[in-house]
């Protein structure tokens, strides 16, 4: 079992940046492959971004390329999201989630946090 709880989320301008966290119970933490999703209100949930146990293999959505990046700290069973250039649609409530496989991937993902809400201001 793993528990994911998200934090970082606020309102910021377009522009700005926000970095999100999320923390992680379990010993085991370095077997999972992690990720981040988001969901806007009347919207499909979107897959934002992905890291590999190791940390040493990332994706990313084509939404987000080149804006945002996560990474690991496999010591202290955290995972990050820093996000960029935000803009307004990339308004949404951000979830963490974590996947019973060492290697990243886009589905399959177990285990989901609480999520955080990210409000960008035009």
């Known amino acids: 079992q793993v528990q994911l709880v998200e934090s970082g989320g606020g309102l910021v301008q377009a522009g700005g940046s926000l970095r999100l966290s999320c923390a992680a119970s379990?010993?085991?933490?370095?077997?999972?492959?992690m990720g981040w999703f988001r969901q806007a209100p009347g919207k499909e949930r979107e897959f934002v971004a992905a890291?590999?146990?190791?940390?040493?293999?990332?994706y990313y959505g084509d939404s987000v390329k080149g804006r945002f990046t996560i990474s690991r700290d496999n010591a202290k069973n955290t995972v990050y999201l820093q996000m960029n250039s935000l803009k307004p649609e990339d308004t949404a409530v951000y979830y963490c989630?974590?996947?019973?496989?060492?290697?990243?991937?886009?589905?399959?993902?177990?285990?989901w946090g609480q999520g955080t809400q990210v409000a960008v201001s035009s």
């Open positions: 989630a974590a996947r019973s496989s060492p290697v990243a991937g886009i589905i399959d993902y177990d285990y």
């Open positions: 379990g010993r085991t933490f370095s077997s999972y492959a």
């Open positions: 890291i590999s146990w190791s940390g040493g293999s990332a």
